[in-house]
């Protein structure tokens, strides 16, 4: 990766601190595909969550945060790569940027598995939902696709 000039730095911490002000460990972001190559090596993906019945769109600050370009066309995130989830990604990489020294465990959530954490951890045998850290912060939140 490129070095980062001072204001690609400030720019991306302006991002990531937005986005923390809005997302806490558990929340769901949906992630929508808009394009991809006919090689299929790349595809244009736009990251979303939903507050108070509304829809807020935070690809812009999604792509500042993980160091991605967007796409001039659909304004959608280029994600290069095949053979895996690159909506998975996305949010995973997000998950890195806002908690790199990783998050607190969310908890087990309600019946439903509303608030349940999500941290690859309890996928791994850790079947403790008490507050405890997770070293992991790409695990912090879900991804679902719209």
Known sequence: MAKETKVQMEAREEARQSLLKILKPGDVVYT?????????MSRVISAKIARDSEILDI????SLAIRMSRDAKYGGIKMGGCGMDMGFEVVYMLGRALWPEG???????DSKGKGRCHSNDHCNGDRDYTPHHHNDGGYALVQRWL
Not at 59 to 62: L, Q, R, S
């Open 32 to 40: 929508e595909l808009h394009s991809v190559a006919r090689s299929g």
């Open 103 to 109: 998050f607190e465990c969310a908890g087990e959530g």
């Open 59 to 62: 690809t812009h600050d999604t």
